[in-house]
């Protein structure tokens, strides 16, 4: 019997994620947070049905969740989030009056159950479309990236020239270096790890009263 060939490929870039200790730049685009619900199971997410929960009935914690809409990168994307961090996003978005077009720096700090984020607003003027970055700034990327994954960004530019864009073998440096940087940035989200089951929400006792 030959070997089972599959056919589905792993999702991409499906929600906003860190890596530890990775910063990125943001907007949020939701006028509001939406609010759901999981419970974690042996390291795996399970959605909360609410009223009538077979996992609330048996007794599994609940844990409160939140998702908006950024700009990333020039990519939209839905950040999912424990009710910790939104709370941070919203002592920002009181801060300065608005969520929607909030600007933040969010910080990834620590794995695991030990995962904490820092929400910092972000002030000035709003940096530059891909359109406008210098090769330098391309150039250093890419080779964050493939520090990343182990990878030669030599070796991979004459990888990509020849086999997956050698359309672009004849074009100018800047067009060359964005097209090698998207293709470097898809390259290594593959070897990203999942999302982690989010840290314990600290207990107040004041739910006793």
Not at 37 to 64: F, M, N, P
Not at 151 to 170: G, I, R, Y
Request: proline share 6%; aromatic share 8%; net charge negative.
């Amino acid at each position: 019997m030959p070997p089972y060939e599959r056919q589905a490929e792993p999702s991409k870039g499906t929600f906003l994620s860190w890596d530890a200790g990775e910063s990125k730049d943001l907007v949020i685009l939701s006028e509001k947070g939406a609010e759901s619900a999981t419970h974690w199971i042996d390291g795996e997410a399970k959605e909360c049905k609410g009223q009538g929960c077979v996992l609330c009935a048996e007794g599994s914690k609940r844990a409160l969740r939140w998702t908006v809409q950024t700009k990333c990168e020039g990519e939209e994307l839905p950040w999912e989030m424990s009710n910790t961090t939104f709370f941070g996003v919203e002592d920002v978005a009181e801060m300065v009056g608005h969520l929607q077009g909030l600007r933040l720096r969010v910080t990834r700090h620590g794995t695991g159950m030990k995962t904490r984020y820092s929400v910092l607003p972000i002030t000035g003027e709003e940096k530059a479309p891909e359109e406008k970055r210098n090769l330098a700034w391309f150039a250093g990327e890419i080779k964050r990236l493939c520090a990343l994954a182990n990878m030669d960004p030599k070796q991979e530019l004459k990888l990509f020239l020849s086999e997956v864009a050698s359309d672009l073998v004849n074009a100018d440096q800047v067009t060359q270096m964005q097209a090698f940087y998207k293709y470097i940035d898809q390259e290594t989200k593959d070897l990203q790890q999942p999302d982690e089951p989010p840290p314990e929400e600290p207990e107040d006792i004041g739910r006793y009263f």
